[in-house]
Nanobody, 123 residues
């Protein structure tokens, strides 16, 4: 399973940004995709995940109500719409695949990772 994240960039606080993750390869081995992020000096954290088959979603407290995860099954693509961005959302965002059902809840439960895309929120 290969994952390719894209769409990161610089955005002002309060603004919005959408990032994407294309999943390829042995996609049958992927039960769900998560978005995880790592800010400077902090541990990597899972912020949201979506199940391919059931569409079940998970959001961490830090992003619930502001971020929306969605998927396009035909294109094997997962999107993360980020709204009302805050300075503390600045991080490298990774998409990752898991065989856990309906999705993994911690970074260690994700087997395959994309290369990451940097999101910088400015004041």
């Amino acid at each position: 399973v290969q994952l390719q994240a894209s769409g990161g960039g610089l955005v002002q606080a309060g603004g919005s940004l959408r990032i994407s993750c294309v999943v390829s390869g042995r996609t049958s081995g992927s039960h769900a995709v998560g978005w995880l992020r790592q800010a400077p000096g902090k541990e990597r954290e899972l912020i949201t995940a979506i199940s391919w088959n059931y569409g079940s979603t998970y959001y961490s407290d830090s992003v619930r109500g502001r971020f929306i995860i969605s998927k396009d099954d035909a294109k094997n693509t997962v999107f993360l719409q980020m709204n009302s961005l805050k300075l503390e959302d600045t991080a490298v965002y990774y998409c990752a695949s898991t065989t856990f059902k309906p999705y993994g809840l911690v970074p260690d439960e994700y087997d395959y990772w994309g290369q990451g895309t940097l999101v910088t929120v400015s004041s």
